[in-house]
């Protein structure tokens, strides 16, 4: 296939609508059902005051009543039966191909098969089926190749962010040498180059280091980062470490990228485990990002940071508290679609 006309659209680039798979009694949600439920309703809200909202779910009816909030027009539910919850990298990864938009459904196995997924790799096979796309979409089945969304960052020209812990992992893609893993991108997503980062972690996180919980692209030359200013942090010299890697990035042109430091959140812990809070799970959607907050005080400052680098969107912060609890935050549990997709 000729990928010279192939692009993977940054997130900031104008949307048709953001999937959500909701919560339900049979996820991992369950001792916190109510919460978590309630925080999936203010996300969806505030997508909904903007965008459209695909909402995968197990009983269309109640979540309808849920987000009565939301206007109809925005609102698309579709019930189908899922694992979990974490839409960014089960749901299909969007690229255009001489602007015409292009699903690519990659093999989602939990993680490096740490949990369940068997449910969750099927979903967007079963959108495609129930006739959710409009024409010209097409499909492109990527099954034999495991990659989920938050491993990956694009500035939308040509640049692939990305960790070498998570795409590297044995678990997913252990028969791929990097060199191997870099061409298939490269060619799947029409990429230029990948940039690796080497360092950073979070304590808590599952995925083996998503790059959407250290590291984002905000424009074609600016990344926010989690920076730790704290030594006694058991994350200060990896994520120190992962700055100076970041630092020696340069732009397609050559240039060095702008910079931006985000907090490290204040510590959280649920039975003596932390948990990997962190302000760079942050989504990006037509005029505002959302925020995760922890009801911390750094949650202001991230705020702070975030009108700075964004001056042209309101930001809105979003008590994902809950969300930490199994070990992701808000852009973990959204997909978003450019707006050539419609349903």
């Not at 907050?293 to 008590?319: C, H, M, T, W």
């Amino acid at each position: 296939m000729n990928m010279r006309n192939r692009v993977l659209p940054a997130e900031w680039y104008e949307q048709s609508m953001v999937q959500l798979t909701f919560p339900h009694a049979d996820t991992d949600w369950a001792d916190v059902l109510e919460e978590a439920i309630a925080c999936f309703v203010t996300i969806a809200e505030a997508i909904a005051a903007r965008q459209k909202v695909l909402v995968v779910c197990a009983d269309t009816a109640m979540v309808a009543g849920l987000l009565g909030n939301c206007p109809s027009e925005n609102l698309v539910l579709i019930n189908l039966p899922s694992n979990d919850t974490w839409a960014r990298d089960h749901a299909a990864i969007t690229v255009l191909e001489d602007g015409v938009p292009t699903w690519l459904d990659f093999k989602f196995n939990g993680w490096g098969l740490k949990f369940a997924a068997d449910k969750d790799n099927l979903l967007t096979q079963q959108l495609v089926q129930k006739g959710m796309l409009s024409a010209p979409i097409r499909y492109e089945n990527h099954l034999n190749f495991v990659l989920e969304g938050g491993s990956m960052e694009s500035d939308g020209m040509g640049t692939i962010l990305t960790t070498a812990a998570c795409l590297l992992s044995p678990n997913r893609n252990g028969g791929y040498s990097r060199a191997e893993i870099e061409i298939y991108l490269q060619n799947a997503f029409g990429a230029k180059r990948l940039l690796w980062l080497h360092d950073g972690y979070l304590a808590g996180d599952d995925t083996d280091s998503h790059i959407d919980t250290l590291a984002r692209f905000c424009d074609e030359r600016t990344i926010a980062y989690v920076k730790c200013d704290d030594p006694s942090d058991e994350h200060f010299e990896a994520l120190q470490k992962n700055g100076n890697g970041i630092e020696t990035f340069r732009t397609l042109e050559g240039l060095p990228y702008r910079l931006v430091a985000l907090p490290m959140a204040i510590p959280m812990y649920e039975n003596g485990h932390r948990l990997p809070a962190t302000y760079a799970n942050f989504l990006i959607i037509n005029g505002a990002v959302l925020l995760p907050f922890y009801n911390s005080p750094r949650d202001a400052e991230a705020k702070q940071v975030l009108e700075n680098i964004f001056p042209d969107r309101e930001i809105i912060g979003i008590d994902c508290s809950v969300l930490v609890k199994q070990h992701g935050s808000l852009h973990c549990v959204t997909m978003q679609y450019p707006k050539e997709v419609i349903v």
